[in-house]
């Protein structure tokens, strides 16, 4: 049986260090390294201070406002339910959100909405799957794998989130 060799980097972003693990082929894995989500390099996994420069690259471009999307080669190892997730979270464009239940019904299950969200907070990919633009039904920023001010940044850096800073509020402004 073929076994993917795993290799594995730090990259420094403007919400913090980010683990990026995959193989030659593809990415399996971006981690916050801080929040509820947190992966760290497990055994057999082999360190490579300069891999996935095209990974490094495309979030540079991303942070820089300089990229909507990503086009990267990544591997999804989830469910058959948790990849119909995952892959209609990356039809959600740039600046605008969701709620779990507009993803419910996207993805044909209209009373799996706990299941939807279960499936997002397990998405492998952050930002890359941008599972950080589904909020709410009632326009509330819920859970995030890499903390709540974390997903209030990256939707504030698209666009879909404006800072009421005289009323100290947040608003999601694109749905």
Same mark, same amino acid.
Request: net charge positive.
């Given at each position: 049986?073929?076994?993917?060799?795993?290799?594995?980097?730090?990259?420094?972003?403007?919400?913090?260090?980010?683990?990026?693990?995959?193989?030659?082929?593809?990415?399996?894995?971006?981690?916050?390294?801080?929040?509820?989500?947190?992966?760290?390099?497990?055994?057999?996994?082999?360190?490579?201070?300069?891999?996935?420069?095209?990974?490094?690259?495309?979030?540079?471009?991303?942070?820089?406002?300089?990229?909507?999307?990503?086009?990267?080669?990544?591997?999804?190892?989830?469910?058959?339910?948790?990849?119909?997730?995952?892959?209609?979270?990356?039809?959600?464009?740039? +600046?605008?959100?969701? =709620?779990? #239940?507009? @993803?419910?019904?996207?993805? !044909?299950?209209?009373?799996?909405?706990? &299941?939807? $969200?279960?499936?997002?907070?397990?998405?492998?990919?952050?930002?890359?799957?941008?599972?950080?633009?589904?909020?709410?039904?009632?326009?509330?920023?819920?859970?995030?794998? +890499?903390?709540?001010? =974390?997903? #209030?940044? @990256?939707?504030?850096?698209? !666009?879909?989130?404006?800072?009421?800073? &005289?009323? $100290?509020?947040?608003?999601?402004?694109?749905?």
């Amino acid at each position: 049986m073929f076994e993917r060799v795993v290799s594995y980097t730090y990259v420094e972003t403007r919400i913090g260090r980010l683990l990026l693990a995959g193989d030659a082929e593809s990415l399996h894995l971006l981690s916050f390294q801080s929040g509820s989500r947190v992966h760290h390099p497990r055994d057999g996994w082999r360190h490579d201070p300069d891999g996935f420069p095209k990974v490094r690259r495309q979030l540079d471009e991303y942070f820089a406002g300089k990229r909507t999307t990503f086009t990267l080669p990544l591997y999804l190892s989830g469910t058959a339910f948790q990849n119909a997730v995952w892959t209609t979270l990356q039809s959600i464009p740039h +600046g605008v959100t969701t =709620t779990y #239940r507009e @993803l419910a019904v996207r993805i !044909g299950r209209p009373a799996a909405v706990r &299941a939807v $969200g279960a499936a997002n907070g397990a998405n492998p990919l952050p930002i890359i799957i941008p599972c950080h633009r589904v909020i709410g039904t009632n326009g509330s920023l819920t859970g995030f794998g +890499g903390g709540i001010e =974390t997903k #209030r940044f @990256l939707l504030g850096h698209e !666009g879909a989130l404006v800072d009421d800073a &005289a009323a $100290g509020l947040f608003e999601v402004r694109a749905r």
